[in-house]
Structures are given as C-alpha cells and as structure tokens.
C-alpha cells in the first residue's frame, strides 16, 4: 500500500481523499497522464485535465505524486528527477553551479537502478515521435527553465541551453555511445575538465553578439 505523504512540511499527513478508488486510483491516474502527456505535451497536460481524464479528484493526484513532473517520471519509468537536481544545485553557491551540475548529474546516473531507464530516456530525447517530443518538453521547462530563471538577464536562455548542451553531449558519450577512455572516467575527473566549461555558460562574461566580427565569424578585409 502505497504510503501517505507528508504536505510540504507543515507537519500535516495528506491520507487519500474521500471518494477516491481503493486500489485503482494510482493506475488510473498513470494511464490518464500517459494519454495526456502523449495527446497534449508536457507542458500543455496539467493535473487537473489528468484528473479529469481519470475522473478523479485532482487532490487524489497530489496524494500520489508530489507535482507534475514526479508523475512524468512516473510515466516513463525512469528512477531519476532531473529537476530536483537542478534545484539543489542552484540553492548552492553561484561559483561551484557546473562543478556541481556534472557532480550531481553523473552521480545520479551511475546508480544502477537509474543508469537503463534514464539512458534510455536520453535515446528518446535524441529521437523523433510524440515521446521524444514529450521528453524534450520536460527537460527544456523543468532544467532549462529553472537554469534561465535562476541567471537572469537577455542572454539566460541560450545560457542555459549552452550549459545543457555540454550535459547532454557528455551523457551521450558516456553512456549511450560509450566512448572511450571518456566512459571509464572517473567523476571526478570530468568535474575537473567539464565543470569550468558549464560555469563559463552560466555565469561568464557577457556572450558575444553577432555585431561583433569575430563572433560572426566574418574578418574586416583591411585587418
């Protein structure tokens, strides 16, 4: 039986709503979110058309599953909450974000119960169809949204797209393609030669604009 969470911390256990299903009303609620997700998107799906879909009430959805996107890591299947890492990383200091970024992402993936399924989502997120779709949508509103969020500024988006940009290319050598010696290196290891990198995008000096010849990459004829 599935155990009663606690309400953000207000010392209030949440027991299940009245009128719920006994038994059925997880599964429901799943089958109702994978329809949703797949027919509508990520971002477009909310809790209460699940809830409706499952015709239950929505209060029952947030008795099984903490937000949104706990549900979609729910639907499918994979042990990992990228969001919530991205969070803990930002509640740090400004200075250590992409040494902490590659830190804590390589150090949730190597868990075997989470490395199959979140490499598997990382092959659907490269692919094409609803899923991949539906996948892209999640990461892009739950990791980079809170990245550009939390930078700030006219840039923050491509910032953050940047910085995502060097975590997804060092997942998909590490652990989808399994090139060597990048795949047998030690964390530690690529926090050192990763992490500067990501921390440039996310909190360097101003990118240059494509007014700047150099960042164009056209060269004045009389230099």
């Given at each position: 039986m599935t155990q009663d969470k606690h309400d953000g911390g207000s010392g209030r256990r949440r027991g299940r709503p009245r009128g719920s299903a006994s038994g059925s009303g997880r599964e429901r609620i799943l089958t109702a979110a994978t329809a949703e997700f797949h027919e509508r998107g990520y971002e477009a799906a909310s809790i209460r058309s699940i809830a409706r879909r499952a015709e239950v009430d929505s209060s029952l959805v947030h008795h099984y599953f903490d937000d949104k996107a706990g549900l979609f890591t729910e639907v499918v299947r994979v042990p990992l909450r990228p969001d919530r890492i991205v969070a803990e990383v930002l509640e740090g200091p400004p200075e250590?974000?992409?040494?902490?970024?590659?830190?804590?992402?390589?150090?949730?993936?190597?868990?075997?119960?989470?490395?199959?399924?979140?490499?598997?989502?990382?092959?659907?997120?490269?692919?094409?169809?609803?899923?991949?779709?539906?996948?892209?949508?999640?990461?892009?509103?739950?990791?980079?949204?809170?990245?550009?969020?939390?930078?700030?500024?006219?840039?923050?988006?491509?910032?953050?797209?940047?910085?995502?940009?060097?975590?997804?290319?060092?997942?998909?050598?590490?652990?989808?393609?399994?090139?060597?010696?990048?795949?047998?290196?030690?964390?530690?290891?690529?926090?050192?030669?990763?992490?500067?990198?990501?921390?440039?995008?996310?909190?360097?000096?101003?990118?240059?604009?494509?007014?700047?010849?150099?960042?164009?990459?056209?060269?004045?004829?009389?230099?």
């Open positions: 250590l974000f992409g040494r902490r970024l590659v830190h804590d992402v390589l150090t949730a993936w190597e868990r075997p119960a989470v490395r199959p399924a979140a490499t598997a989502m990382m092959r659907s997120a490269a692919g094409t169809g609803a899923g991949s779709a539906m996948v892209r949508s999640f990461l892009k509103r739950e990791m980079l949204g809170q990245l550009a969020r939390r930078l700030g500024g006219p840039d923050a988006d491509l910032r953050a797209s940047l910085a995502a940009s060097q975590m997804a290319g060092l997942l998909l050598m590490r652990f989808v393609m399994e090139i060597e010696p990048l795949a047998s290196a030690s964390i530690g290891q690529l926090v050192d030669s990763v992490g500067p990198v990501i921390q440039w995008h996310l909190t360097g000096a101003t990118l240059p604009t494509p007014t700047d010849p150099q960042a164009s990459g056209t060269v004045d004829p009389e230099s």
